[in-house]
């Protein structure tokens, strides 16, 4: 009686496990196929209200961070994308994000530090392969970009073909491949479907060549800094944005870096540490351009360092507010600044 006690009791505990198991695949397999049905082919921006888009696809620095990607803003005029800067992990952020990679029509690249432009090569070929491209991804940069993506073609040669001969030339169209690039200085202008973007050349040396650019569509307009010092003619480029993106760097936070690394006998991180702020912007003074330019909102991207958390954003920005009278926020991957045609609203949200 006792044994048979057990067997009921050991059957129990066995069906009740494997249901469990089981409930556990069958609840796990119904998630997938609705996020797949969610997603797999969907438009993600469908509901999206025609106006200026910005999509933060990376606002991190050089410096190591696991949640956030190197510097990358990627804007939808209309239904037209464009990217500006490409860094590090910012192409995973933009499929994440849902970011319409075949509707890419071009991207830009505000200077040639390469923390702009690490995720190219994986951006190219995410446009060709998931956008579905006939012709190379136009690529405008300052003097050297034609360099720069020639070397990236040449590194990815390899895995074009294995592309190619995987699925076949009807869907990895071999004309698809790479980037068309044109280099640009500042007169460069662009104008495409009511979008239209100017340049401007900052101070950002030893960097020769680096831009920043204005988008005005339809009323709308962002400013996106680039990495720049201080500037007054910054603010008179972007004057009465609707949003200025700004880079940021923390002078005060970047020392205490320094000082700690030289404390402990690395020197070369303390050079580094020493000789980064004077070619960035601190927050308080992105706040006086943003002012001066009478912008509506002022989002901080390319944070240097960035706050690893929430409690420490008050002390990253210091006292930024004070000098900003508009909305000031600090920018996080996944972050959508939404500006609607002929309004006066700057929407934002949080898409990851
Ligand atoms: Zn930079
Ligand atoms: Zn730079």
Known sequence: MKRLALGVLVALIVGAATSWVFGQRLIGERAFNAAVEARAGVDQ???????????????????????????CLAVLAGRDGYIFDVGSGSDRKLGAMGFPMDRIEATFLTH???????????LMLQAWMAGGRNEPLPIYGPEGTDRVVDGLMTAYAIDRGYRIAHHGPEVARPSGFGGATTNIDESFTFERNGLSIRTLRVDHAPIDNAYAFRLDYKGRSAVISGDLKYSEKFARFAQGADVILHEALNPDMV???????????????AKIMADIPDYHTSPEDAARIAQIAGAKALVLYHLVPAPPARLIEAAFLGDARQHFEGQLELAEDGMLISLPAQNQKVEMDQLL
């Open 112 to 122: 040639l530090h390469s923390d702009h432009f690490d995720g190219l090569g994986a």
């Open 255 to 269: 020392g205490k870096i320094g000082a700690t690394l030289a404390a402990r006998g690395n020197t070369d991180g």
């Open 45 to 71: 921006t469908a509901e999206l209200r025609d106006g200026l888009h910005v999509f933060v696809c990376g606002s991190g620095s050089p410096f190591p961070d696991a949640d956030r990607a190197g510097p």
